[in-house]
Structures are given as structure tokens and as C-alpha cells.
């Protein structure tokens, strides 16, 4: 982001934004890991523990990642740096972000629709309403800069989170107009999400200094028998504990 004190709002916006977005790699990530657990067996590898996942649609996931997350989309191909844009035009850079939220806000409906998995739901219900919020942020910001009022095609696509109970439950927290600094001194970002969400249901937008609820993420639970032939795991907790000791 270049200029970032004079630009000082619309860097904060970006930053914030970015800050969640890395919160939510963590969720899905963990969400990813609790649905997983109890996958492979706890057993002796000479039995072939895994042999049932090998017929699974992505079983690269499981030699990869064991019984839990990898960095890499449904098909295999991991994150890389074509993912980031970076054009040196700060509208047409806030133009592409608004572009790819709108994209996410409609794949996490249809990830919503592709499974009954009540854990999962809860997790896409969630980033459904605080993608909104990161769309609705952009769109904003563009109007500040370019007059061009960018909230009036919201919401897109034209889906009302209203109609999704795990979207709901946090709308009406207000969770649909929040906006966390997740740092100090990134409260400029008032000057562009104030006012209402006219696009939603005209609730007042707020800039909130921290943290939203639940972070940070909680500790995974480890998989010890996966880490094998290796230290038995007790040993690897104790080897930790020493170390910890000197600091």
C-alpha cells in the first residue's frame, strides 16, 4: 500500500481487513481440523490405520496433511503469489478487493448449500455476514473516493442473510456493521464506514478498537499418532516444556 500516511483511512480499512481475513484462514483451518478428527485410526501402522482414505476424491490431503487442513484449494493446488494483486492505483486496487469479496460472498453461499454438516454451516454463516461487512467496506471506500455509490449494488448477489439461521444469529449481535481494528490507532477508518448500512437493515456502522469475540483462535488438538516413526509424543512435550523454561 503505497502513501500509507497520506492515506492514512483507507490504509487502516485495508489492514484491518486483512488482519480478519487471516483470523478466518485460521477458522476455517480449525473447523477443517475438528471435522477430520476420529478420520484415521489410532492403531498400529502395520494394520493400515489410513487404508479407508485412500479412495477418498483428495486423498493427497490426508499424505499431505494427515488428518487435517493443507494450504490449497479443493482440488489440490496450493496458495501461490498469483493470488496477490497489487496495480500501485489504490482505486483500482480497492475495485479488485471489492470484486473478490463479491466473488467469496457468493461461493460461501453455495459452500453453504453443498452440505448439512452443522459445524460446518456455523463456520460459512459466519463468513457469510462478516464478508458482507469486508464487501460492504470497499464499496465505501470507492465512494469516498469516486462519488460513484458503490453500496447501491448491495447486496450482491442478491441474497438476503437474513434467511440463513448460522448468518442471522450473528446479524442480530450487529456483527453485519462491525468493523475491529485488531491494533491501535486505526480509528481514522471512521471517516469512511460510518454512518448506516442502508443496504441491509439500516443498522448504525461502528469502528470497534480490538479484537472481535472469540479471538484468538483456541489450540488445535495434536494427532500424535501420525507423527510416527518419530519421538514418542510425551518426550516431544517434555523437550517443549524445558524450552519454555528458558525464556
Known amino acids: 500500500f503505497k502513501d500509507k500516511e497520506k492515506l492514512k483511512p483507507f490504509h487502516e480499512l485495508v489492514a484491518s481487513i486483512t488482519a480478519e481475513e487471516l483470523g478466518h484462514v485460521e477458522l476455517v483451518s480449525t473447523t477443517i481440523n475438528m471435522l477430520l478428527e476420529g478420520t484415521a485410526k489410532q492403531a498400529d501402522p502395520k494394520s493400515a490405520p ?3 482414505l485412500k479412495d477418498e ?3 493427497y490431503h490426508f499424505l499431505a496433511g494427515g488428518p487435517g487442513h ?3 484449494d479443493s482440488h489440490g493446488a496450493p496458495w501461490n503469489g498469483t493470488y496477490v494483486f497489487n496495480s500501485g492505483n489504490v482505486i483500482v486496487d480497492l475495485l479488485h478487493n471489492f470484486f473478490l469479496e463479491t466473488g467469496a460472498r457468493m461461493h ?4 453453504y448449500q453443498l452440505t448439512s454438516n452443522e459445524t460446518a454451516r456455523q463456520m460459512i454463516g459466519y463468513l457469510m455476514v462478516r464478508g458482507g461487512v469486508h464487501q460492504a467496506a470497499y464499496a465505501r471506500a470507492l465512494e469516498e473516493l469516486t462519488g460513484v455509490q458503490m453500496t447501491k449494488f448491495l447486496p450482491l448477489p442478491n441474497i438476503d442473510d437474513m434467511r440463513i439461521p448460522e448468518a442471522r444469529k450473528w446479524m442480530e449481535k450487529s456483527e453485519h456493521t462491525r468493523l475491529y481494528t485488531w491494533g491501535p490507532d486505526f480509528m481514522n477508518m471512521e471517516g469512511i464506514w460510518s454512518g448506516v448500512a442502508h443496504w441491509a437493515d439500516g443498522a448504525k456502522l461502528e469502528v470497534v478498537d480490538g479484537l472481535p469475540p472469540g479471538a484468538p483462535m483456541p489450540d488445535a488438538v495434536g494427532t500424535p499418532y501420525q507423527f510416527a516413526p518419530e519421538f514418542d509424543p510425551s518426550e516431544i512435550y517434555k523437550i517443549a516444556q524445558k524450552l ?3 525464556t
Open 108 to 111: 460461501k453461499h453455495r459452500c
Open 70 to 72: 493443507v494450504v490449497a
Open 50 to 52: 489410513m487404508e479407508d
Open 57 to 59: 476424491r483428495y486423498a
Open 244 to 246: 519454555m523454561k528458558r
